[in-house]
């Protein structure tokens, strides 16, 4: 028997600690760096929590986790003493702007693939503790196309890509999206084009990608919206505050609430899938994956 599946065979004893309400599981990547991810991750959270949904926000960045330095909060635990068994994941979630709960990304973890199996169990009963309180699952993706942003990206119902109107980040984002979709075979990206100075831009950069992938792959891109550059963001993050709350007038604002309304209208995932101990099992299951693949 593979890993993987002893590590889903322990953790299907706990499926009926959560409650039957789906969860919609939302990956945040772009590959490349400095495109503004964890601005949007925070952003759109916040946004949604003050619709009156439940959102938790996750800092799926093991390497340089750093939602907790843009909201200006402070941490006693992170992901990382959840995984090691030293606190339970409502010990570590952190209460953010307008009733967000966090999970503080853990800096320096090894990779998933290199938990013990009685770990991926551990982290499997954490989330389910706290599942009946959630309705909205953010994940903020690291940097790059890593095994562990991949594993998160594979795990998540949805996955938002967003690409800055530059080469370099163009490049990287048909590079995750390539590797999804040739590799993993998934088929369905919404791609979100930020620091845009006209709505016109934004759709001509998702035209460029729909260029790319329509010729080489088998994926369907669909346009998520367009996130005007504004200072109102830069003066937000300096201050270490969303802007939602900041400059709440602020045209980039507006555009962080409307693209809140948008994601309730996205089909909602249905049966055990929508789940959230369901997500971590997967995650645990690919992780483990690309764990065997290099032994």
């Avoid at 993706?141 to 370099?168: K, Q």
């Avoid at 963001?233 to 980039?252: E, G, N, Y």
């Avoid at 809140?260 to 971590?280: H, L, M, R, S």
Wanted: hydrophobic share 45%; charged share 20%.
């Amino acid at each position: 028997m593979l890993r993987s599946e002893r590590v889903v065979d322990q953790a299907s004893g706990l499926r009926q600690m959560v409650s039957s309400r789906p969860v919609r599981a939302i990956a945040v990547t772009g590959g490349k760096g400095g495109v503004g991810k964890t601005n949007v991750s925070v952003n759109l959270g916040v946004a949604a929590a003050e619709m009156g949904q439940k959102v938790m926000l996750l800092d799926a960045d093991l390497g340089l986790a750093n939602i907790d330095v843009v909201l200006g909060l402070h941490p006693k635990f992170d992901l990382s003493h959840v995984m090691r068994g030293e606190c339970t994941l409502d010990e570590a979630l952190i209460e953010g702007p307008s009733g967000l709960k966090v999970i503080p990304g853990a800096s320096g973890v090894q990779a998933l693939a290199e938990l013990s199996p009685a770990e991926h169990t551990g982290l499997i009963r954490a989330f389910s503790e706290v599942a009946g309180d959630t309705e909205l699952l953010i994940v903020d993706t690291a940097a790059g196309i890593s095994d562990t942003v991949l594993s998160f990206s594979r795990a998540s119902h949805e996955i938002v890509v967003v690409v800055c109107d530059e080469p370099a980040s163009i490049t990287d984002a048909y590079a995750i999206i390539k590797l999804l979709n040739r590799d993993y075979g998934h088929q369905r990206f919404r791609i979100l084009a930020n620091m845009v100075r006209s709505a016109q831009e934004g759709r001509e950069l998702f035209t460029k990608m729909c260029r790319v992938t329509d010729r080489y792959l088998d994926a369907t891109l669909g346009f998520m919206g367009a996130i005007p550059y504004d200072d109102s963001l830069r003066r937000a993050v300096r201050a270490q505050r969303p802007v939602v709350q900041a400059f709440p007038r602020s045209k980039v604002a507006q555009v962080f609430r409307n693209l809140a309304k948008k994601i309730e209208t996205w089909p909602q995932p249905g049966g055990a899938n929508g789940q959230v101990q369901f997500f971590v099992e997967r995650l645990i299951k690919y992780s483990s994956d690309y764990g065997e693949m290099v032994l």
